[in-house]
T-cell receptor
Framework: QKEVEQDPGPLSVPEGAIVSLNCTYSNSAFQYFMWYRQYSRKGPELLMY????GNKEDGRFTAQVDKSSKYISLFIRDSQPSDSATYLCASSFTGGGNKLTFGTGTQLKVEL | ETGVTQSPTHLIKTRGQQVTLRCSSQ?????VSWYQQALGQGPQFIFQ???????GRGNFPPRFSGLQFPNYSSELNVNALELDDSALYLC????????????FGPGTRLTVL
């Protein structure tokens, strides 16, 4: 069993839709949770960073962590075609600068 | 752009050869991590260097080795290449190990024939 599980998709939504991306993890020692966005032929780009349980909002993006159920979510409101990318969830033990354990990534396509 | 650069962009090698990939970290960052991303998979941690010392290693064999230089740039060396080593190799830099982000470079696409 992988430490971080993520549905690979692909997920296709119409422009303006609310997108929900999810991951589960198995290691209770994970304390830090991140979402990265990766465009084709590019490196991952950090979108959201949260510590422990709770919500964090940044513009159209909201990250949620529920440590009791080991569930990580990313919501994208008013999705745009430019949001089309692969979204990777990642976890670490001691901070975002340390070893990251990634999910497989979910491929998202936002269509006009 | 993150300020992390990697070279070369693409590389084709044959099985059994050796390869060296290079990474220049973002200005002021003293920690470099390397990841391997196979097609359709998430990145997998190879190892991390902090102030020129290896500081953590993932589940990769010893033929994967690295270096970090005094200017904090880094190299990843892979000996005795295997077909399964074909992947995107990503370098990420950060300021220390517990700061809130790693900045990734664009990666080096390695193809082993």
């Amino acid at each position: 069993q992988k430490e971080v599980e993520q549905d690979p998709g692909p997920l296709s939504v119409p422009e303006g839709a609310i997108v929900s991306l999810n991951c589960t993890y198995s290691n209770s020692a994970f304390q830090y949770f991140m979402w990265y966005r990766q465009y084709s032929r590019k490196g991952p780009e950090l979108l959201m960073y949260t510590y422990s349980s709770g919500n964090k909002e940044d513009g159209r993006f909201t990250a949620q962590v529920d440590k009791s159920s080991k569930y990580i979510s990313l919501f994208i409101r008013d999705s745009q075609p430019s949001d089309s990318a692969t979204y990777l969830c990642a976890s670490s033990f001691t901070g975002g600068g340390n070893k990251l354990t990634f999910g497989t990534g979910t491929q998202l396509k936002v269509e006009l | 752009e993150t300020g992390v650069t990697q070279s070369p962009t693409h590389l084709i090698k044959t099985r059994g050869q050796q390869v060296t990939l290079r990474c220049s970290s973002q200005s002021g960052h003293n920690t470099v991590s390397w990841y391997q991303q196979a097609l359709g998979q998430g990145p997998q941690f190879i190892f991390q260097y902090y102030r020129e010392e290896e500081n953590g290693r993932g589940n990769f064999p010893p033929r994967f080795s690295g270096l970090q230089f005094p200017n904090y740039s880094s190299e990843l060396n892979v000996n005795a290449l295997e077909l399964d080593d074909s992947a995107l190799y990503l370098c990420a830099s950060s300021l220390g190990q517990t700061t809130d982000t790693q900045y990734f470079g664009p990666g080096t696409r390695l193809t082993v024939l």
